[in-house]
């Protein structure tokens, strides 16, 4: 199966709809979620395959500007990197999580910008072009939240893209690496259950 070509406009669209207002960033749990409900009904990498929108921007931009014949490094080829990537964003997921629940009860404050790689601050004001009153502190905190995760691993992403292949991000997508794991251990469990 191959990644839909202009499925890039939407992560074009998500970053725009942010613009319009930070609110829409809440779609980002659908890029986090449906891949799992796809890699669970089909058992195979349906989404990293047929349907990434980011997967099918780095495919639109990387095979455009990137350095053609750069190889992707072995430790990206081999996994050796999937378990840092993946430990950071369970982290930045666990700090999501757990801010907004804080927020949620009063203990801390919503923090109201965008951050790159989850402790840097960037200082720019969205100018939220439809004005929501009366949304939850919590919901605000954890739209900005997810932006900052879909940024960060859009512009990883790009910048693989540019310096390698143009999916080279995908050798260590969060996603990716926990759809092999998946898809490892049902083979396992099938060996182990023929063995019986």
């Known amino acids: 199966m191959k990644n839909n070509k202009s499925l890039y406009l939407v992560t074009v669209a998500f970053f725009g709809l942010a613009f319009v207002n930070i609110h829409f960033s809440i779609l980002g749990?659908?890029?986090?979620?449906?891949?799992?409900?796809?890699?669970?009904?089909?058992?195979?990498k349906t989404w990293c395959q047929g349907y990434c929108p980011r997967a099918s921007l780095f495919s639109t931009v990387g095979g455009k500007w990137g350095k053609k014949g750069r190889r992707i490094p072995k430790s990206f080829l081999k996994g050796d990197l999937n378990p840092y990537v993946l430990g950071y964003f369970g982290i930045a997921l666990f700090?999501?999580?757990?801010?907004?629940?804080?927020?949620a009860i009063g203990s801390m404050s919503a923090v109201l910008y965008p951050r790159f790689l989850i402790f840097l601050p960037l200082a720019v004001d969205f100018p939220q072009l439809i004005e929501l009153t009366g949304t939850a502190p919590w919901v605000t905190h954890l739209s900005y939240r997810l932006f900052s995760m879909m940024m960060t691993t859009t512009v990883l992403g790009l910048a693989l893209s540019y310096l390698y292949k143009p999916r080279a991000w995908c050798t260590v997508c969060p996603i990716n690496t926990l759809s092999g794991i998946y898809i490892?251990?049902?083979?396992?469990?099938?060996a182990d259950?023929?063995?019986l």
């Open 184 to 190: 490892m251990e049902g083979k396992k469990r099938k």
């Open 193 to 195: 259950t023929k063995a």
């Open 29 to 44: 749990i659908l890029c986090m979620t449906l891949p799992f409900v796809l890699l669970v009904r089909d058992k195979k």
């Open 95 to 103: 700090i999501t999580v757990m801010s907004t629940l804080r927020v």
